[in-house]
Structure formats: structure tokens, C-alpha cells
């Protein structure tokens, strides 16, 4: 490229000099041609005046000093030729043409230069000079700036050629370097390498490039490693909720095999997953109507819905099987799992124990029934006793002692004065054994503080009639639970004493126990989900929102309550979708997300928006509505993705720009394996050796097979195992061998000049190598003719051959 610049350059300076010196001798010699012509002209008035022929002839003789004058001539005013001139050897026929009016008085034709002049006499023509002279001094001025020109062309293109052999080392090594570490890359894997850059040209800048680009690339990695971490560490926590929820949780797939069965689901079923038919799943595992002698119908299980698309919420079933013979009732919650296609590709259900629920709803149901026929017993006992206490104290005694509940009098210290029979089932004392005692020593005493006071201000406050509820201890050293409701016994305005009534219910506390045990499982599940969770009423505000959604959105607990969400969560842009798509679920049952898992953008409270991943399910409580949102914050997850797609791009851009340098320097490049299968070749290694890759069949580089290789003499064979790339393959470098390699078969010769590098990777080990090979065939015989040249010009000027 810098040969063919400097030729360029030095043609255009040479044809500029040729053409500014053919201009300035015509210039010249017009000039001189015309004040030939004036004086020719001033010297003939007199001839041409007196017509004397002779005189004028003789002026015109006079030119026979110009040597390039050919023709001369006197005109007239009429035109007729008054006297002229030949020069010897030259046409003494020639007749000058008159130039027309307004015409110039001189012009050049292929060989001649033509130059007239008026000749006046008191600013009257009388007569005309006309000359004709031969150009052949310029032609060979013309000759001799030609010859010069040459010969600085020639020494031009050979300096031009020198300096460019001398500095293209500074753009191979570069280059070699560049594709050495984008081929380490490439086979390493390892983004921590990076080009050493030296200078500040456009490779220098390229190396630049691709160090950001490693540097990005290594970035990602990282990034996507951590990701991914972070990922694992969510799935094994997931793995770890799931195996230690309280409730069962059974998922099969789309061929109906089940795929997870988690610990509480073994443990209330009593029997873990097996490889059995769906008709059979009833009968094995025992799935009961809740009338516990009815099994259910296979396509009545609520599995067996969600695997058909079926939604199933709250299905009570009774499960009796050989490991649970007792039988223990569950309510079952399906849903189907789905693909993006909307396809069912699975079914999930989660069964929830609910036998000592069912079992206290059962004894509650039957205490109250009891209770209620005994409060309607009490009643009307209490009706009778009160007319018959009129006529009778022990007819009131009577009924008082026989009651179940507990029925004492104290004074207004709080010691007993009376109690009845009840005591003994209810406290394991005797009536006896505690009339006298003060009522504080049945309390437990880490409560005796509390229900003191609380009596305390009932006497204080004059309260006619108080219930409170606490625990007491038996005389087994047996903890029980009582409600008390106490009555005020008055005489006038001061209190005499109190009347209490007393009543067992220590297996109702125990039922509420279990009932608040299983809310704080729940809040704990809902409070350690990782997921935002959000649950909002049928109105759109919200009544529950987790640590998660705090750390997400930046709204505190306290902050979001009773507050509508899509104020706070949803972007300006959806929230009248959302407030239709609200709308119509409630009229209609029916919405676009509703279970189903959407990508959108939600906004923080800094009002920043971002892209978050969206579940929605419904549920309902005492008839109304509840929406339970899963919001999953995957804002970091896009960006990588968008930084990964840039990256990809960068790495292609890059790519492309490392094919286009290969396949624009003026030298073949070959990288091949170990095994001498060529993995890469630009364009100008197949132009100067005729071997190429081969994108489907690995190519073998074999020299031998198509080439006879001689040392530069032509005539010593070069041995192929000292080829640069074979040494390559060995582990050496080997810089500039002059090779004459001869094809086979048309004994086509070409001089070339190969260079090889071996490719290690961080073992230590030899993975490739890399030729550099260069045609000089061309610029050998351009050497030997310049030197032929030199030495005839050398002959010619009288130069002795040393």
C-alpha cells in the first residue's frame, strides 16, 4: 500500500512538473516569436511603402539565425504576398492562411507554433507579418523531463519499498499478537487475558477494545456466577420451606408421576409416592368422602381435577389407610400448572390436617349443644329455684349443688363462704377443704398479680358484673383453665361479699391454642417468604404485606395498611387497566393474570420503576374476596440480560472487525491444531499456497503433498520438518525463512518468506500454531531488474562493474 502511494504520488509531482514546464516554454517562445514578428514588422513600413521587394526580402533573410523559424512571409493589405522566407530543407510552398478579424495573433498545432503580426503605419494596416516555427525543441524537452521522471520513480518505489519492509514488522507482531490472544481466548475460555498495547495506532486502539471487552465479558461472568449463586441459595431455601411446611404438598407431572412429595405430605397421608395407576390412587392411599365410609370417584380427587385444568379450593376428604388406620380429616387445595402456551403440564395439590380442628369444632359443637341444653336447664332450674327460694333455702341448695358449674360465694376479702359439690370434679378439693380459703390460692402463680388487680378494680369501680378468664391449679398440681363471671352482693351501697359462677374450659383454651399456633406458622411462612407477598381486599387495599415487599417497594408496614396498592405500586400508565381488570373479576370471577405469572414494571416509593415478575391468585374468606400477590423483583435479571445481549453484539462487532483486518493485510495467515488441521486461513494464504479451510471437513496441512521446497539457490532441497510451522508445532518460533516453493504438477515456482509461532496454553502445552506467509516473487524480479537497470545505465555513463 505505501509502494503504491508512493508511486501514485510521485506520477502525479512528475506529470505536474512535465506540464508546468511545457507551458512555460511555450509562454517563452510565444513572447519571443512575437517580438520577432513586431521588429520584422517595424523594419518593412519603408519596403512596403515604397514596394520595394528587394529591401523586405532582405529583412526576412535575416531569420535564417533562428534555426526554428521554417517559414516567414509579408503580406500586403490586400493579402498577396509581398516578400518571404524558407528555411532550407524546409517547404518553400507554404502558404499562410490570414487569421480571421478578433482572432488571436499566434496558435499551436501538433508541430508548429504560428505567430502574426500587423505591420501599421499611422495607425493604418498596411501590411501583415506571418511566421512559422517547428516545435521540435520542446519534444524533446518533452523527452528529456520523461527520462527523469522514470528514473525518480524507479528510486522513489524502491525507497518507498525499503521503508515498508522495514516498518511492517510494527504492524505484523501487533496483529500476530491480536489474533494469538483472541485464539488463546477461544480455546481457554479464560476473559482474564488481556493484549499488551504498546502504541497508539489503530491496532493499539482495536487492543483497547478488546481488553474492555474482556473486561466487560469477565464482568458478566462474575455477575451471572453470582446470579446464579444467589439463585441456588433461593431454590435450596425454597427446597427447605417446602420440606418443612406444615402442610402437604404433592406435585405430579403430565404423564401422572409424581415429581414432589414433601415430608408433612408423607406424614399426614402416611404413605409416600408410588409408581401406581390414577384409578388406583383412591383405593391405595384410602381417600374418603368426609361421611368416612364413601371412597371418592377417580375423577372426583382433587389432584385428578387440576391434572383436567379444574381449580379445587378447600375440599374437605377423610384419609384412612393401613399406616393411618385412625383416619384423620384434611381439606385439599388444587391448582393446575401450566405452561406459556396456557397447556396443563402438571397438577399441585396441598392438603392441610385438620383433625383436631374438625375433632374441637365436633367437641365445641357438642359442648355448646351441652351447654346450651344446660344453660335451658339452668335456666329454668334457676327460674324455679328463685320461686322456690321464696319458700325454701335447702330447695335452692339443692339446685345449686347439683349443677356442673362451679358456684361459690366469698365476702368482700375474697375468702370462700360457700361453694358447691362442683369443686370437687372441677379443683380436686372438697367444700370443706376450701370454705375458709382465700379464692387467690386456686390461681396459678404467675397470674395471681393480674386477676387480682382485675378484681380489684371491679371493686373499686363499684362493676355490678365482671368475666374474666385465667388458669388455675388443681390440687393434683393440675393446670386448668376457668371463666369466671363474678356478681356483686350489696347491702345498700356497700359490698358485703361476691357471687361467682365458675366453669371448665381448658379444652376450649387448648383449641384456641392450636388455632393461634397455626396463624403464627402461617405469618412466620408469610414473613420468611423471599418473594414480595401482598395481600389486598376486595376493595384494592391492602391488609397484609411482607418484610419482602418492604425491602422491594421501600414502603414500611405501617406506611401501606388499609391503603390502595395501585397508588403506591402500580405505574401511572396501568393503573386504569388495573382498576378495570379489577372490576371486572369481581362482577365475573374471570381476569386476564389471575394465576398466572406476567412480566411488567411495578415503581418504588423513590417512584423508580422496574421490571418485576407478577402472580396473582384469589381466595375467599367468610364470602368475600382476597388477592394474594407474589412479586418477584427481576430488575438485576433484565439488565444482565440486556448487558449480555450488548456484550454478544460488542463480541460480534469485534469478530467481524478481526475478519476484516485478516482479510485485508497483504499476508497469509494459517493457524492449525496440534494435529495439523487448519482451523483458520484468510484469502491471501489461499492466493499464495492454494490451501485453504475447510468449513466442513477438517483441512491437513501437508507441504509436500502439493509442493517441492528449495533454499533460495533453487537447487538445495529444503528439508519439510524445518518449515517454520512444523517447528512451530515443536514449540519454536522461527522468524523470516526465504523459501522457493514449486508446485507439483505445473512447476509453477514462488519466493516466499515464512514466519511461524507456537500457541501454548496454561499448561505449558503446544495447542496450535500460526504461519505468516508473504509472496516476494514480484518483488524479487523487481529487485533483479532494478539491479540489471542499474548496472546498464552504469555501463552507459562509463561506471566500471566492481
Known sequence: MQVFTSAFVLGLCITAFVLIDIKGFKDRKVISSIAIAQVVGFNNVSALEFLDNTAAQKILSELNVQNDILNAAILDKKGAVFA???????????????????????????????????????????GLVCIRIELS??????????????????????????????????????????????????????????????????????????????????????????????????????????????????VVDENRKFILWNTAGERIIGIGPMDIPIERWAQTYGFFLPDTKTIFDTNELPLVKALNGEEVDNMEMFIQNYKKPEGLSVIATARPLKNLAGETTGGVLVIHDITERKNSENEIKKLNEELEQKVTERTTQLAE??????KSEEKYREIVENISDVVHTSDYKGYFTYINPACKKLTGYTQNELIGKHFSELVAPEWRDRVAEFYLNQFKNRIDETSFSFPILTKNREEKWVEQTVMQLREGNRITGHKSIMRDITERKAAEQKLKESEGQLQTIFNEAPDALIVINDEGNII???????????WSLVEVMGKPMHSLIIPEQYR???????????????????????????????????????TVSPATILGKYIFIAFIKDI?????????????????????????????????????????????????????????????????????????????????????????????ALKGESTDDV?????????????????????????????????ANIKDITYYKELEVALEESEQKYRKLIGFKKE
Not at 528555411?87 to 499562410?96: A, H
Not at 469478530?655 to 486461513?681: A, F, P
Request: hydrophobic residues 40%; charged residues 25%.
Open 576 to 614: 386504569e387497566r388495573h382498576a378495570k381488570g379489577f372490576e371486572n373479576f369481581l362482577k365475573t370471577g374471570e381476569g386476564p393474570i389471575i394465576n398466572k405469572t406476567i412480566e411488567i414494571t411495578a415503581i418504588n416509593k423513590k417512584n423508580i420503576e422496574f421490571d418485576i415478575e407478577l
Open 84 to 126: 518571404s522566407y524558407t528555411k532550407p530543407g524546409s517547404d518553400s510552398k507554404y502558404q499562410f492562411s490570414i487569421p480571421a478579424e478578433g482572432q488571436k495573433n499566434f496558435f499551436f498545432t501538433n508541430q508548429n507554433l504560428f505567430v502574426y503580426s500587423k505591420i501599421k503605419k499611422e495607425n493604418e494596416t498596411i
Open 635 to 727: 430488575s438485576l435479571r433484565k439488565e444482565m440480560e440486556n448487558q449480555k445481549i450488548e456484550a454478544d453484539k460488542l463480541v460480534h462487532l469485534n469478530e467481524l472487525k478481526l475478519k476484516l483486518i485478516l482479510e485485508n493485510i497483504g499476508e497469509g495467515i494459517i493457524v492449525t491444531d496440534n494435529q495439523k488441521r487448519i482451523v483458520l486461513s484468510n484469502h491471501m494464504a489461499e492466493e499464495i499456497i492454494g490451501i485453504k479451510q475447510d468449513s466442513t471437513t477438517p483441512t491437513t496441512l501437508d507441504w509436500s503433498a502439493k509442493y517441492d521446497l528449495y533454499y533460495p539457490d533453487e537447487k538445495t532441497v529444503f528439508p519439510a520438518q524445518n518449515l517454520p510451522l512444523e517447528k
Open 544 to 554: 397484609r404485606w411482607n418484610p419482602q415487599a418492604e425491602k422491594i417497594f421501600g
Open 385 to 390: 329455684a328463685i320461686e322456690t327460694l321464696r
Open 137 to 250: 525543441e520542446l519534444n524533446k524537452i518533452k523527452m528529456d523531463v520523461l527520462r527523469l521522471g522514470i528514473v525518480l520513480l524507479i528510486v522513489g518505489v524502491g525507497l518507498a519499498f525499503l521503508i515498508a519492509m522495514i516498518i511492517k514488522k510494527y504492524i505484523s507482531k501487533p496483529l500476530l499478537n491480536l489474533v494469538t490472544v483472541i485464539q488463546q481466548i477461544k480455546d481457554t475460555g479464560d476473559y482474564k487475558t488481556r493484549m499488551v498495547v504498546e502504541g497508539k495506532d489503530e491496532i493499539s486502539f482495536l487492543s483497547l477494545g478488546l481488553n474492555n471487552m474482556l473486561e466487560n465479558i469477565e464482568k458478566r461472568d462474575n455477575e451471572v456466577a453470582q446470579s446464579k449463586e444467589q439463585l441456588n441459595k433461593q431454590n435450596t431455601l425454597l427446597q427447605s420451606v417446602i420440606q418443612n411446611m406444615g402442610d402437604g404438598l404433592i
Open 738 to 770: 526465504e523459501i522457493i516453493i514449486q508446485d507439483s504438477e505445473t512447476k509453477a515456482k514462488k519466493r516466499v518468506i515464512i514466519s511461524g509461532r507456537p500457541i501454548i496454553d496454561e499448561n505449558n502445552y503446544v495447542i496450535a500454531a500460526v
